[in-house]
Every structure is written in C-alpha cells, then in structure tokens.
C-alpha cells in the first residue's frame, strides 16, 4: 500500500520586496496635508468672517480707526433697518431675485436640455449645422448682443417688468452645448429598451432620460441660479422702478453720491448670500457628480 504525498512545484511566485515605510515621512506628509487645508479653510472663510464682522458692527465703530477681530457692540439692529428701509426696498428685491433665478434655472434646465437632447440623439438633416450655429454664438461677446436684446425688449414694452429680466435668459447656448455632450455618452441601452416598450422620444426624454440626469442637471441649475442671482447690468437697465429691483441693483442703492450706508450694506450682503450658501449645502452631492461627469471644472 503506498501512500501519494504531496509533491511541490518547481515554479513559485516570486517574492514582491516592498520598501520599508518611514513612519517619520508618512506622519510629516499627513501633518503637511492638514496644515495646507486648514490654510486653504481659513483664507476661503475669510470673506465670510469680515461680511459677518462688519454686518454686525455699528457705522461708528465701522469707520472707527483700529481693527477689532469681533464688534465692540453688536448691532442686531441693522437687520431690522436693511428690512424695513423705505428708501431700499429689500424685501421686494429679495422675492424678485429669487422668482428670476428659479423661473430661468427651470426654463434652462426644459429648454436646453430638450434642444441638447434633440441634437444628441434624433437624427434629422439640419442637425449639425444646427449644433454649430449654437456653438458659434458662445463666442459672441455679451455686450455686442446687449443693445439689441435691449432695443427688442423695449419694443415688446417691457421695460420695468419681470418679463424683461426673466425671457431673454429662458435659453442659454452653453447649456445646451453641456446637455448634448452629456446626452452623447448617455447609455442607449435605457433608450432602447423604452423604444421596445413603445416609448417615443418624448416619453424617452422624460421617463427614462430626465431621471437618470439629476447630477448634471443639478450641477448645471446650480451655475444658472448663481448667474441669476448675481447678475447686475441687464436688470439695472431693465428695471427702472423700484418693484422690479433684484437684490444686486438693491445692493448698489446703499452707496450713491449723497450717502454711503455701509453697515446695512455688509448686512444686505449677508443676507443676499444665504439663499446660495443653502442651495449649495443642500444639493453638494449632486452638485460635485455633475461637475464630474460633465467635465465641467475642465
């Protein structure tokens, strides 16, 4: 009776020699890191800090000389003065700026991304020449079309209306750019599979297309409503009376040449800042995918 033992290879893996890790150089890397973030921290917050400070400080001790890291007496009362200002009316500029921004975010976000869609995915003859003309007008500088949108503005009568602030800025180009090169590298897998289910390329859009975008939508409503919201020209020219103020045009109405309010406008500011601080802390996840996915920080 003969017992089988185990033979051994002939062949073995070779032995992978790692080099030996300092300890020092890995703790100086990571305490490098931190300190370099924590800088980066402190210099983003910095503005913050000195729009807070000074929002809170009263105009004597603002205009006081010497530094004072917090105010020597807190002036709670500058809200209730930049609220309740007659000669500002903030209130109505902070409901203007926020209808604007929402009504054009959304119409981008309909608009551009239909006609991306459109470009990216239903053959037609025209489709290309399209696309370039799209293309083309980016490269327009903004004030050689700011004349003429005002003049066709001002035929149309609305001048002084939110119509005027809200209508030319429904359709961007760049939008529409982004949204058909997302849609080129979106799986047509999921639109053929609604094309066997009897889906037409409106039912595909809006069922399976528009739910698997909320990144890049999210991402492309983010930079609108900031735009929206932080724009300064066209509504200082477009909105004549104080109903159609936005935040921006109401922002510049505490410095004129008669008077110079700076405390309620540090205050303003802070107070216009908020509804973007909360929008982005709200959607920052689906912000940082759609940057990713667009190539958008490229």
């Known amino acids: 009776m003969t017992i089988a033992t185990p033979t051994r290879r002939r062949g073995?893996?070779?032995?992978?020699?790692?080099?030996?890790?300092?300890?020092n150089d890995s703790k100086a890397?990571?305490?490098?890191?931190?300190?370099?973030?924590?800088?980066?921290?402190?210099?983003?917050?910095?503005?913050f800090y000195l729009l807070f400070r000074n929002a809170l400080t009263a105009e004597v001790d603002l205009v006081a000389p010497g530094w004072h890291w917090l105010p020597p007496t807190w002036e709670w009362g500058n809200l209730q003065s930049v609220l309740e200002s007659r000669t500002v009316p903030m209130g109505r500029a902070l409901w203007n700026s926020l209808f604007i921004a929402v009504t054009q975010t959304v119409g981008v976000l309909v608009l551009s991304g239909m006609a991306g869609y459109g470009l990216a995915r239903i053959p037609y003859r025209w489709?290309?020449?399209?696309?370039?003309?799209?293309?083309?007008?980016?490269?327009?500088?903004?004030?050689?079309?700011?004349?003429?949108?005002?003049v066709l503005v001002s035929t149309l009568g609305w001048i002084s209306t939110l119509r005027g602030l809200i209508i030319p800025g429904?359709?961007?180009?760049?939008?529409?750019?982004?949204?058909?090169?997302?849609?080129?590298?979106?799986?047509?897998?999921?639109?053929?599979?609604?094309?066997?289910?009897?889906?037409?390329?409106?039912?595909?859009?809006?069922?399976?297309?528009?739910?698997n975008s909320g990144g890049f939508a999210a991402a492309i409503g983010t930079i609108t409503?900031?735009?929206?919201?932080?724009?300064?020209?066209?509504?200082?020219v477009i909105g004549r009376s104080q109903e159609s103020w936005t935040v921006q045009v109401a922002l510049s109405s505490f410095l004129t040449a008669q008077s110079a309010q700076i405390s309620q406008l540090f205050m303003a500011a802070l107070i216009a800042i908020l509804p973007l601080l909360l929008m982005f802390l709200v959607l920052q996840r689906w912000i940082v995918q759609g940057v990713e996915r667009s190539g958008i920080s490229e």
């Open 29 to 47: 890397s990571v305490v490098l890191r931190w300190v370099i973030l924590i800088l980066g921290a402190l210099l983003f917050l910095l503005p």
């Open 170 to 211: 429904l359709f961007q180009a760049l939008a529409t750019f982004l949204f058909r090169q997302f849609f080129l590298s979106f799986p047509k897998e999921l639109e053929e599979a609604a094309a066997l289910d009897g889906l037409s390329w409106w039912g595909t859009f809006w069922r399976v297309v528009v739910p």
């Open 225 to 236: 409503f900031i735009g929206s919201w932080n724009a300064f020209l066209w509504p200082l």
């Open 127 to 150: 489709s290309g020449v399209v696309f370039w003309i799209i293309t083309v007008t980016l490269l327009i500088p903004a004030a050689v079309t700011f004349v003429p949108s005002f």
């Open 12 to 23: 073995r893996a070779p032995k992978v020699r790692t080099a030996p890790v300092r300890g």
